[in-house]
């Protein structure tokens, strides 16, 4: 009964306040009054104190101490008017004394016992209460404890999956390698598709990796990437970030997106066909500029990325990035280095082929510190000027070496490098102690202090003595080749002159024998315009040689230019005796010429006329030159008149004396028989001075 009334109580009381305890105290002990009244009217019972104490047992037992007194106190106040009424009619008996103070003794040990165990159902409430919140604050740590140990499983797998994308970022210094092995990490764990795509220096995207737990999705993926390539403006994905440089996370990736970045069709039904799921593109990010993009994409699995997936993502990218732009960095710092060892290597082979140049040089150093007023000379310096070795040099010693006609420019020229803090490029003579001169050529460097002013200078001197002897040659050999191209010009203006004049000669020849009017001409004339020719041949001949000689090709020697007709004259001669006597003189080539053609052409006629004897002779009278042809023939008629006998070889024989020559020329008879011709001309009188050979 008590746990019943327990569990009622319970159930009643549970969250009433403590009021109501005392309102129930209070109509519970009413309400047992007036059934006590009314059994009392009705059947006239005498006192019910089991009825009275229910009262007080239910108050105390639902409300404790304080509304079982109260409904003790009702019970006994509405009851007084029984208990007088007993005493009138009967008085107390000791009987009823007796009941009723067992009544009141059962009053007060059922209000000490419900109260004792109202204080206990109290307090098994409290402890109840304590307990459920005991229970509930260690079912709250337990889940608590259980997140914990999942965020830290999942903190320990990302740490394990970060660890082992470091070993595989810090594997190979190789980029490309690297991301490879990432990619390769990724696609089982984080995706089932992984792409890396590394912006090059013109600014597009080159994928460089791609992973798939599957060979034959790979090879898939190669042929999509070969046929449609990542365009700069996709509206998402890796051209997408890397242009914004963020990350886009996209949890279901919508059927119109895969539609969007489709080329057409086919390549939709391709994509469509992969079941792509979830996408996530993540920068690669180093030093504020963007490197490449990681894209992670399931589509198998059914992942759908979250908050945690993009962070992980991020930490990774930022770790692949770093890894790019490392390699990257080492990469140009290698080719920097092989550029600088290749530059020091260079550099090595530039200063061991100078060194070698300065020693076959004979090139020697110097430096002049202005400030100090020292110089420091090299050895070979000191040899080319012939100073000791151990002798300290100094300027004014420098000076005295300087030959004194180039020592005064030579001061001027210092003073003004150092006035300009320009450099020094000379050349000036040097007198050694043994008296001979030799020639150097400086080159000095100017270096300012930080005021800029001139502080130092460091050069170099050379002998330069065989340079100045071979420009010094070079001059006598130009000046002996301008001279001799003078000559060669005059030579060739000369031949072309005689060739002009004989071919003019030639052609007036032709044209005396055209004159005559005739339609035939004798085998005779052709062979005399022959001759003439030859003999204009031969002068040409002389006057080359000669030029080949003395390099001059205006004059010949009158002799060798007769001599030259004798083999001519000897075969036309025949059987006849030839006396043949020349003296020598030097002729102008126009002088040759006209000599050679008369002599020719009366040569002819006397060996043509004369019998038995032909007789040439040359000399010199006074300013003048005389040929004389005679023979033994019948001579020239008594009324010969050349004038009035002229034909083409006697009128080209008359032309040329008196025009060519300003000469004269007589035609006349020997005392013993035969004709004679005496042709003069004056001839300059440095030429009867000085005759050729």
Known sequence: MIISLSGVQQAFFKTKPAWAAYLFAIVSSILIVLIRLG????????????????????????????????????????????????????????????????????????????????????????????????????????????????????????????????????????????????????????????????????????????????????????????????????????????????????????????????????????????????????PLIARERTVGVITLISAESGREYDERDVAL???????????????????????????????????????????????????????????GHTQIWSDKCKEMFRFPLDQEVGYESFQARIHPEDRERVAAEVAQAIAQRSDIANEYRIVWPDGSIHWMSARGRCYCDAEGNAARFEGIVQNVDLRIDAEERSRRHQAEVEALNQRLRRAMTETHHRVKNNLQVISAMIDLQTMEETETLPTSEFARLSQHVRMLATVHDLLTEQAKQDNEANTLSARRLLEKFLPLVQQMAYQRHLTFEVEDTTLTSDQGTSLALIANEIYSNAIKHGNSEVNIHFYIEGGSATLEVSDDGPGFPVDFDPLQAANTGLELVLNLTSLDLRGKIHFDNRPEGGGRVRMTFPIPTEARLTPTF
Request: with cysteine.
């Open 39 to 282: 059994l009392d009217r009705l059947f006239g019972i005498g006192p019910a104190y089991l009825l009275l104490f229910s009262a007080i047992f239910l108050s105390a037992l639902f409300g404790g101490t304080g509304p079982g007194l109260l409904a003790a106190v009702i019970t006994f106040a509405a009851d007084d008017y029984l208990l007088l009424k007993l005493s009138q009619s009967d008085g107390l008996s000791p009987h009823v004394l007796l009941r009723l103070s067992f009544y009141v003794l059962e009053c007060v040990v059922v209000i000490v016992m419900c109260a004792a165990h109202h204080r206990a159902r109290e307090d098994n409430e409290r402890l109840r209460h304590d307990l459920e919140q005991q229970v509930q604050e260690y079912a709250a740590i337990v889940a608590a404890q259980a997140k914990t140990d999942a965020a830290l499983r999942a903190q320990a797998e990302t740490q394990r999956f970060l660890a082992q994308a470091g070993e595989a970022l810090a594997s190979s210094l190789d980029y490309q390698t690297t991301l490879n092995s990432v990619a390769r990490l990724v696609a089982p764990q984080l995706s089932d598709w992984c792409f890396v795509d590394v912006v090059t220096d013109d600014g597009k995207l080159e994928r460089v990796a791609a992973s798939h737990v599957d060979p034959d999705k790979r090879a898939l993926q190669e042929e999509i990437q070969t046929r449609y390539p990542t365009r700069p403006d996709d509206p998402a994905g890796p051209a997408s970030v890397a242009r914004s440089g963020k990350s886009e996370w996209i949890t279901r990736i919508p059927e119109e997106l895969v539609r969007a970045s489709s080329y057409d069709d086919e390549h939709f039904q391709l994509l469509k066909g992969l079941g792509l799921t979830s996408l996530l593109c993540v």
């Open 313 to 371: 993502a991020e930490d990774l990218a930022h770790r692949a990035a770093l890894a790019v732009d490392n390699a990257r960095l080492y990469q140009a710092a290698q080719a920097e280095i092989a550029a600088r060892e290749q530059i020091q290597s260079a550099l090595e082979v530039s200063e061991e082929r100078q060194r070698l140049a300065v020693e076959g040089a004979e090139i020697g150093t110097w430096h002049w510190d202005l400030p």
